[in-house]
């Protein structure tokens, strides 16, 4: 079956550090860029990082210096360090595939897992 | 980055009737050597992941139903529905994957009148 699953997601408190992991299964992980997407409770979504097939990595200015996305082909992993969180980076995140059209990848989401609560807060 | 503006904020419609959605970007999202725009659309229910409507615009997703369509081009684009059914009730955005960062529209609500 092909799915993402998200795991990691905890309570931290302000300034504190997380590290989130997304499993992936049923297509091949290592041809496809990979993202983060984050949504604030009750509010919109959030691009918040992406990495592409060669080791390339991708920030919005608001995550820019704390987050740092990686992937591991070998384990079908992808991985979101977080740093120096704030309560502002509460919220649900989830992992999602960009994809691929005539051998070249596109940004847009078809899959997606379920997502991970994060809880920044004292 | 390219804001992604969406119109209304919230919307209700009767059972049937139709349902329409503005976006707009702050740039041309058209890649005019390829005449396709980077523009997709997501439907959002309580506790569920976004699910891929529209991408390219106006590409209707595998499974979506024909009674939803996309259109638009440039900065403009629309999703539609022609006959509101009650499990459309969700949250719609758009999102632009022209630029990076990828961009996300606020998001529309649409509940039944």
């Known amino acids: 079956e092909v799915q993402l699953v998200e795991s990691g997601g905890d309570l931290v408190q302000p300034g504190g550090s997380l590290r989130l992991s997304c499993a992936a299964s049923?297509?091949?992980?290592?041809?496809?860029?990979m993202h983060w997407v984050r949504q604030v409770t009750g509010k919109g979504l959030e691009w918040v990082s992406g990495?592409?097939?060669?080791?390339?990595?991708y920030y919005p200015g608001s995550v820019k210096g704390r987050f740092t996305i990686s992937r591991e082909n070998a384990k079908n992993s992808l991985y979101l360090q977080m740093n120096s969180l704030r309560a502002g980076d509460t919220g649900v995140y989830y992992c999602?595939?960009?994809?691929?059209?005539?051998?070249?990848?596109?940004?847009?989401?078809?899959?997606w897992g379920r997502g991970t609560l994060v809880t920044v807060s004292s | 980055d390219i804001v992604m503006t969406q119109s209304p904020d919230s919307l209700a419609v009767s059972l049937g009737e139709r349902a329409t959605i503005n976006c707009k970007s702050s740039?041309?999202?058209?890649?005019?050597?390829?005449?396709?725009?980077?523009l997709a659309w997501f439907q959002q229910k309580p506790g569920q992941p976004p699910k891929l409507l529209f991408y390219?615009?106006?590409t209707r997703e595998s499974g979506v139903p024909d009674r939803f369509s996309g259109s638009g081009s440039g900065t403009d684009f629309t999703l539609s529905i022609s006959s509101l059914q009650a499990e459309d009730v969700a949250v719609y955005y758009c999102?632009?994957?022209?630029?990076?960062?990828?961009?996300f529209g606020q998001g529309t609500r649409l509940e039944i009148k």
């Open positions: 740039q041309s999202v058209l890649d005019s050597s390829i005449n396709k725009n980077y």
């Open positions: 999102q632009q994957y022209y630029d990076t960062p990828v961009t």
């Open positions: 049923g297509f091949i992980f290592s041809t496809y860029d």
């Open positions: 990495a592409g097939t060669t080791g390339d990595t």
């Open positions: 390219w615009a106006s």
């Open positions: 999602a595939r960009g994809e691929k059209v005539g051998g070249k990848n596109y940004w847009y989401f078809v899959l």
